[in-house]
């Protein structure tokens, strides 16, 4: 590790209150002790309760993280979320080391929209937004996304997969993709929503994914890559187990600390920018699904 890097790590994570974004809290605040906890979580009291464990689990947390009230679906709160946090590093003296858009849905209740607000548009805002406050040359960013990307891809139509794997994709065709499958599901009946509706998570984090090469192009003093955690036991994934009668452990899911490994590779380590890893910590394409232990990809 640059030993550069230990001078001071202000770390924002979104959606920190519960899963696997608590568990890279938690794994942050015991492992490195340089680092803040910029705790990022849309609801107050979850955020207190959330915080409170924390402190009552790592004695050493104590004056390690602030709360910032942030819904990634939304600009206005993303940007009051901004301006707060630059208030506390200009405070500080100090500029934002990382970010790691964590928050994330599978399924809303309202359609296929607010999963793409969240997955898609939210890590989109949240480094339009933040972008200036990171320190150049040293700063990462870590967009979780998830093997559904490749796996979507390695699925859908060629005009998307040709579009999302392009490296020089922009912003433009990747916000057009979103509003197409928005239209689509506006369009559709009954049983092409239901398979719209178990297409968009896959579909929203393929566009995380190219969002992420995009990223990287724009933003070159810093790196920024993407992960997926591997499949882990959270509110978002027991339910699956539920309706197969099956326990998480039978699914093969791992503990939110075991999810923790990318994300923590991509902060913490030298790396490059631009891609996308496995939960081991090793490269995978972004259009075919890589299992752990596989050879790394070098395309
Ligand atoms: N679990 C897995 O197997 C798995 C696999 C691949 C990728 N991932 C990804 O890992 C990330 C974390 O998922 P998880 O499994 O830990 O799920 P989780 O336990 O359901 O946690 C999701 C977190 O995101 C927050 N969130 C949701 N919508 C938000 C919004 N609009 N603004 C701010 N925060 C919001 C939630 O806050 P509330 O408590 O307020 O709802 C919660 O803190 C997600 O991006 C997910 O897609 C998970």
Not at 12 to 18: C, D, R, S, W
Not at 121 to 136: S, T
Request: proline residues 4%; charged residues 20%.
């Amino acid at each position: 590790m640059n030993s550069t890097l230990k001078k001071s790590q202000t770390i924002l994570i979104t959606g920190a209150n519960k899963g696997i974004g608590f568990a890279i809290v938690e794994a942050l605040l015991e492992r490195f002790p340089e680092t803040h906890i910029l705790f990022g979580c849309r609801n107050k009291n979850r955020s207190a309760a959330a915080i409170d464990r924390l402190k009552s689990k790592i004695p050493s947390s104590t004056g390690r993280m602030d709360e910032i009230i942030l819904d990634v679906s939304k600009q206005n709160s993303i940007q009051n979320a901004a301006s707060q946090i630059e208030t506390l590093l200009t405070q500080r003296g100090l500029r934002l080391y990382g970010i790691v858009n964590n928050a994330g849905i599978m399924y809303s209740p309202t359609g296929v929209e607010e999963v793409i607000r969240v997955n898609t548009l939210g890590p989109k805002y949240v480094l339009d937004y933040f972008c200036h406050l990171l320190e150049p040359d040293i700063g990462r960013v870590v967009n979780i996304t998830s093997a559904a990307g490749p796996n979507y891809l390695s699925r859908c139509s060629a005009r998307t997969r040709k579009i999302l794997t392009n490296q020089e994709v922009s912003w433009k065709q990747i916000e057009e993709l979103t509003k197409e499958f928005i239209q689509q599901y506006q369009d559709s009946n009954d049983s092409e929503r239901e398979l719209l509706n178990s297409n968009v998570y896959g579909f929203s984090k393929a566009c995380a994914n190219a969002l992420t090469m995009q990223q990287a192009r724009s933003y070159t003093t810093v790196k920024i890559n993407a992960c997926t955690p591997g499949f882990i036991e959270t509110d978002m994934t027991v339910p699956i187990a539920q309706n197969q009668g099956r326990s998480p452990r039978d699914m093969g899911m791992k503990t939110p600390a075991q999810g923790t490994a990318s994300c923590i590779h991509l902060l913490m380590n030298d790396v490059n920018t631009g891609h996308y890893f496995g939960s081991d910590c090793v490269r995978s394409p972004i259009d075919k699904y890589r299992a752990p232990g596989a050879p790394a990809f070098n395309g």
